[in-house]
């Protein structure tokens, strides 16, 4: 389906194939990476497709772009968004993962607009504004700490206070209760995607610090490990 104008306040996440230029050093791979990655948007996209909380997403390159269309913009209907935006992420990372490659996340809440703009055989043009997109993007290329391979983590900044507080005081939501701060990080609450558990997190932690060794292989084990 193809995608429609839009411009408001929302959620948005960056999604970035870690290590492609490594990747590139085999073509085949490279190439494998980038089909399961559109395929892998695509598929999880349609699966969770609704009227009421819309992600549509954009892929280009390693990149993918997601972002929540919601017409009631009030606190309930925007943690229903979110959640449904979490969701397709983790569906995201899952598909990769099994496929032995993984992506990093950043999530940013803030205005956002897409234009479609006349095409013509062979160019196209889509412009893509709003701090949202900014903050995502930059947080995943230049963030603080350095966002690493198989990680999702939403920027505090410009998080609303009511949305940001009703995700670190509920412990028992399925998703939520799966996003926490990490290694005194201020800046950002992370969503562990790749465990089950809350008790599991600080298991996975010291798995993904030991895969330091072992660089690229060594974290898709910690990733793989973490089920």
């Avoid at 009703?166 to 290694?183: H, L, Q, T, Y």
Wanted: glycine share 8%; with cysteine; net charge positive.
């Amino acid at each position: 389906m193809p995608l429609v104008n839009y411009e408001g306040e929302t959620f948005i996440a960056f999604l970035d194939i870690s290590g492609f230029k490594y990747l590139m050093r085999n073509e085949d791979r490279a190439w494998r990476a980038l089909d399961k990655f559109y395929n892998a948007g695509y598929l999880v996209l349609g699966i969770h497709r609704d009227d009421e909380n819309v992600v549509d997403g954009l892929f280009v390159s390693d990149c993918g772009i997601l972002y929540l269309k919601q017409k009631n913009l009030d606190t309930q209907n925007r943690i229903i968004g979110l959640k449904k935006l979490l969701r397709i992420v983790k569906d995201i990372n899952v598909r990769m993962r099994d496929e032995s490659f993984m992506l990093t996340t950043s999530i940013a809440y803030g205005r956002f607009k897409y234009q479609k703009r006349i095409e013509f055989p062979g160019i196209g043009k889509n412009p893509i504004y709003g701090n949202a997109y900014m903050a995502a993007f930059m947080d995943n290329e230049y963030g603080r700490p350095r966002l690493q391979p198989g990680l999702c983590r939403i920027i505090n900044k410009n998080l609303p206070d009511e949305i940001k507080n009703i995700i670190v005081a509920n412990d028992s939501d399925e998703i939520f209760r799966m996003i926490k701060p990490r290694g005194g990080d201020n800046r950002h609450l992370y969503y562990y995607w790749m465990i089950e558990l809350p008790i599991e997190v600080d298991d996975f932690e010291q798995k993904y610090k030991d895969s330091d060794r072992y660089l690229y292989e060594g974290k898709l084990r910690a990733l793989r490990g973490s089920k």
